[in-house]
């Protein structure tokens, strides 16, 4: 009796069990020719993620060497008022 209950689970279970290998097959299949692309898209990630901090600390450093270089000085600046006549142009004070 129970040899019977298990030829018809066996029996039931046939397409099952053949869906399944094949399913296993076409998915070993189909993560062997992917792999590569899974494997890049992974690294670039990875890059990524380790070069944006570096790429932000060098743009900050790069902003900070440049201003230090471009400080402005000042100097008195004395304006003089535009003579009125051409005469007065030469004209001591």
């Given amino acids: ?14 397409w ?4 399944f290998v094949a399913g ?3 998915g070993i299949f189909l993560g062997w020719f992917f792999h590569g692309v899974v494997s890049f898209v992974w690294r ?3 890059v ?3 070069l944006v901090p570096l ?9 900070i060497s440049r201003r230090r ?12 008022p535009a003579p ?4 007065d142009r030469f004209r001591e004070e």
Avoid: C, H, P
């Fill in 69 to 80: 270089n471009t400080v402005a000085t000042t100097d008195e600046v004395v304006i003089y």
């Fill in 44 to 46: 670039f990630f990875f």
């Fill in 55 to 63: 790429i932000v600390v060098g743009i900050g450093w790069y902003r």
């Fill in 24 to 26: 296993l097959l076409i």
């Fill in 84 to 87: 009125r006549r051409e005469r």
């Fill in 48 to 50: 990524l993620l380790l």
């Fill in 1 to 14: 009796m129970a040899q019977q209950r298990f030829f018809d689970l066996w029996t039931r279970t046939k």
């Fill in 16 to 19: 099952s069990r053949y869906a």
